[in-house]
């Protein structure tokens, strides 16, 4: 199977779905009409909401016009000029928290053995996102503002009480998420509970995503990823999703035994060892953070002083 990417792109003022070959990105719209597909416009918030039930056709058609894409077989030209906008707007964002034995040995948190623990999950606001390229916004009164690189699972099909087994079915696809962290605004000192979790992760910008969505069927290992996170240059983090604790079907698994997920949700699946909590560095105004992962792409990012 050829690899192929879903993107929503703006160029002169027209937001588009757009679709990533080799590369490159071309309008979606263009692709699939010049390669049998429907010749109208390809909105990925609705791809998504009906991935399971009405979207089979459309994406059957975006492979088909990547494949001849890729075999130089479709006249639709390459797009030049466009930005990139968040590929699809999430419905909500769980995220596993110490879900890499070596992050939570430098975050100094101790782990009861995995057999006697289930994954540890938390909410982080969906208007946190923004797309490549656009500033992250350290909010005034922040001054340990960390990165996190993290595999984000899209959801496709919902459900409740879904097997391990039977969990990868339901996604959708692969992205990138940078969860991005005041690690000074994740503790409180006026309330017995200790940690804030929301108001540290959850703030407008704090949550880099993109480039784009990969279908599930493109990645063929998600387990075997390798995920890293550059600032200025410099790589701070360079681990794998071979190392979580709990997996990508457990981690959907635990979620919906307590609520039911939905198309368009996504889940954060945890972050490697190098973060700057665990280094003594922060994030400062002027710094450019690059979140990857192999097989999916690329964001970059940079800081701003609110």
Not at 106 to 116: I, K, Q
Not at 155 to 184: E, P, Q, W
Not at 277 to 292: E, H, N, Q
Request: charged share 20%; with cysteine.
């Amino acid at each position: 199977m050829i690899w192929f990417a879903i993107a929503t792109y703006e160029l002169n003022g027209r937001v588009a779905g757009g679709l990533a070959v080799n590369g490159a990105l071309y309008d979606a719209q263009a692709a699939l009409a010049r390669t049998g597909g429907p010749d109208v416009p390809l909105d990925v918030d609705g791809l998504v909401a009906g991935w399971d039930a009405r979207s089979a056709a459309t994406l059957a058609a975006l492979e088909r016009a990547a494949h001849a894409i890729g075999q130089g077989a479709c006249s639709a030209p390459p797009l030049e000029g466009y930005r990139l906008r968040v590929p699809f707007t999430p419905r909500r964002i769980f995220a596993a928290a110490s879900n890499y034995y070596e992050h939570a040995r430098e975050m100094g948190t101790e782990l009861a053995p995995r057999e006697e623990s289930t994954p540890y999950m938390f909410m982080k606001a969906e208007t946190s996102v923004v797309p490549t390229l656009a500033d992250v916004v350290m909010p005034a009164g922040a001054e340990r503002v960390d990165w996190e690189v993290e595999l984000a699972v899209v959801m496709g099909r919902g459900g409740r009480h879904i097997a391990v087994a039977d969990a990868l079915s339901h996604i959708a696809g692969y992205t990138v998420l940078n969860d991005v962290s005041a690690r000074d605004l994740n503790r409180r000192s006026d309330y017995p509970f200790k940690h804030d979790w929301f108001r540290g992760k959850s703030f407008d910008t704090f949550g880099p995503f993109g480039p784009w969505i990969v279908p599930r069927a493109c990645i063929a290992e998600p387990q075997n990823l390798r995920m890293r996170l550059a600032v200025n240059g410099e790589t701070m983090q360079d681990g794998s999703t071979s190392e979580m604790i709990f997996s990508i079907a457990e981690q959907i698994h635990y979620l919906s035994s307590i609520l039911t997920l939905h198309p368009g949700d996504v889940i954060a699946t945890g972050t490697p060892t190098g973060v700057g909590m665990g280094r003594g560095i922060f994030l400062k105004p002027g710094d450019v953070m690059v979140a990857s992962i192999d097989g999916i792409g690329a964001i970059e990012n940079p800081l701003v002083q609110g």
